[in-house]
């Protein structure tokens, strides 16, 4: 059938011109219908076809109207591979751009030929298109998939040449997902990391390295596979650690402090000569803070805290906020919404807080070291930053500042102190804290005090009233833990005497006239998993121990009524038990008690 379908010779030449385009178009027709029809039984593997064949069906499926790549990747793994042409299939998929067909080819290129001599250069060929083939996709989940395939193809023997294209890729990679390729290096590369770094040195102005060993220093690489992050983290050196601070100040200057207060892996007077340059002052102060300058650093930052206001108050100032007489708005303009307004406003903001943050972490981390301003006592560090705050609101004071700009600076610097007060809650007590804002600032307006004092009283007197209760609560269990343990004392049997050197964990069962025997915890046990056979033993011991019980008492009463001082008050079935002849003997077993109580008579 195909062979008449197919044959160019289909239209002789003797037909007229008009019949003969007319053929020409069916004939046309005819071959799009077949090469419709014909893949459906090439995928049910009911029919054969010659190489040429399948290569038109790969042309139609990809040049017709509504072509879909699923129906070439559904007919690539159905068909045997010698049912192709390799290279023209892919020529064909290539050309109109069917990433996922032509990367199932290339795969079966690298199979076919990585483990063949004098194919490696085809092999290496194949094994790059795949990973261009990944990399083209639109789907941003379906391209991470390139590092398990090149983790797989990699992973065996032979495969230096893979590895080869593996290392020429990186960058793409990095830029791909860099905590991934991290991975990939971890496991495949680990040994060659210092030349892995080399080849990333400078790509895209140091973007590419800086990501990767962002990936590695972070920690980001340890949540998904911690072997591999622990093992590239002790390959890097003191350089590698240096060059990813040199970067880090370049790309993303706000991790610096953060960087530099979780490692050690950095060489202390170049990271301080390095901040110091990119004026990152945060860092800076850390790191005077390390070599033992802990009033200098407070110095810097806090100086830099004044820079970084008067900088917010021009902002303000020229940032055009809403006027607050506006016929729009009847009310007045919030002070939280109108330093929120602008945006710029909003990052100085943030960064102000983020120096204040590292302020109240040097104050934290030497709030034992009070000597370190000057003589006196107190925790001085925390003072210090207090009084800043409090004297800014005079620095940003000025004539021609407007109602909304004052209002503003009032809102921030509330904000500033508060974040300073709820740290100082659990670094400075509260009589110190209260005496000092008192004492130094009773001549200024304490407004800005006001809701957070009340708010560290409230804090303070819950505290009290959970405290209390827990105490209440450890009363309670104490007198209930006394009871309990008198309770067991008075429970007791009466001992003849009690055997020697007995363990804590031991138990006495104790007979019906005194005799006394040690239980280990192990017998207790089995005894507790043949539990009706102790019930039944439990009913006769307490019957025996009744009858013995009223036998004394029976024997007491005729002695007291021969004395005429007392009355027996048993009752006829009492009578009647205590008279029978057949005792049952049993045993009452004694809880474990302390060894002191063990020791004795009467519990």
Not at 255 to 269: F, G, I, P
Not at 348 to 364: F, T
Not at 510 to 530: D, K, L, M
Not at 534 to 540: L, R, V
């Amino acid at each position: 059938l195909s062979s008449i379908i197919m044959s160019d010779s289909l239209v002789e030449s003797s037909y007229h011109f008009g019949s003969r385009k007319q053929m020409s178009l069916l004939s046309i027709k005819a071959k799009h219908s077949f090469l419709d029809f014909f893949p459906t039984y090439l995928k049910l593997g009911v029919v054969t076809s010659p190489k040429y064949l399948t290569g038109e069906v790969f042309i139609r499926l990809c040049n017709k109207r509504g072509a879909s790549e699923d129906d070439i990747l559904s007919l690539l793994h159905a068909l045997p591979r010698s049912s192709y042409e390799l290279d023209e299939v892919l020529y064909t998929l290539e050309r109109v751009e069917m990433t996922r067909g032509a990367l199932f080819l290339h795969k079966v290129g690298v199979t076919m030929s990585i483990d063949r001599d004098g194919v490696s250069e085809k092999c290496q060929h194949h094994f790059n298109r795949s990973i261009d083939c990944y990399l083209k996709d639109k789907d941003g989940d379906f391209k991470k998939g390139v590092f398990a395939y090149a983790r797989k193809e990699c992973s065996g023997s032979n495969v230096s040449m893979l590895r080869n294209v593996v290392l020429q890729r990186l960058p793409e990679l990095v830029n791909l997902d860099a905590v991934h390729t991290a991975h990939l290096v971890g496991e495949i590369f680990v040994e060659q990391i210092d030349v892995i770094l080399s080849s990333l040195e400078g790509i895209e102005s140091g973007r590419v390295e800086y990501s990767f060993l962002h990936a590695i220093i972070s920690g980001d690489l340890g949540k998904v596979d911690t072997v591999a992050a622990q093992e590239l983290s002790a390959n890097l050196t003191t350089n590698h650690h240096h060059s990813y601070l040199l970067l880090m100040t370049k790309f993303q200057p706000d991790a610096v402090y953060q960087y530099l207060s979780t490692n050690r892996n950095y060489r202390l007077n170049d990271a301080l000569k390095l901040c110091q340059e990119r004026r990152i002052t945060d860092a800076s102060a850390y790191l005077l803070e390390r070599m033992g300058d802990v009033s200098g650093a407070l110095k810097l930052m806090l100086e830099t805290l004044d820079t970084q206001m008067l900088t917010l108050k021009g902002i303000l100032q020229h940032s055009g906020l809403p006027n607050t007489h506006s016929r729009k708005s009847s009310h007045a303009v919030d002070p939280k919404s109108s330093v929120h307004y602008n945006e710029k406003a909003e990052k100085e903001m943030s960064r102000i807080k983020q120096i204040l943050s590292a302020v109240l972490d040097l104050c934290e981390r030497n709030k034992n070291d009070h000597l370190a301003l000057d003589n006196e006592r107190g925790p001085l560090l925390w003072f210090h930053v207090l009084d800043r705050l409090v004297n800014a609101k005079s620095l940003l004071r000025s004539k021609d500042s407007s109602e909304r700009t004052s209002l503003a600076i009032s809102t921030v610097l509330s904000e500033l102190l508060l974040m300073t007060m709820q740290r100082m809650i659990s670094n400075v007590s509260l009589f110190e804290l209260m005496h000092k804002i008192t004492r130094d600032h009773a001549g200024s307006d304490l407004g800005e005090f006001r809701e957070m004092l009340v708010s560290m009283l409230k804090t303070y007197s819950s505290e009290l009233d959970v405290c209390s209760s827990a105490v209440d609560v450890m009363y309670y269990d104490i007198r209930h833990m006394s009871y309990e343990k008198k309770r067991l004392k008075v429970r007791g049997s009466f001992v003849l005497e009690c055997p020697k050197h007995i363990s804590s964990n031991s138990f006495l069962d104790v007979g019906p006239a005194g005799s006394c025997e040690v239980t280990s915890h192990i017998y207790v046990h089995r005894n507790n998993q043949t539990s009706s056979t102790n019930k039944q033993t439990s009913a006769q011991s307490a019957a025996s121990l009744l009858q013995h019980r009223r036998r004394s008492a029976r024997h007491h009463g005729h002695r007291n009524r021969r004395g005429g001082k007392n009355i027996n008050l048993m009752t006829a079935s009492e009578h009647q038990l205590s008279s029978t002849d057949d005792e049952i003997l049993g045993v009452r077993q004694v809880g474990g008690l302390s060894d002191a109580q063990h020791l004795g008579g009467l519990f």
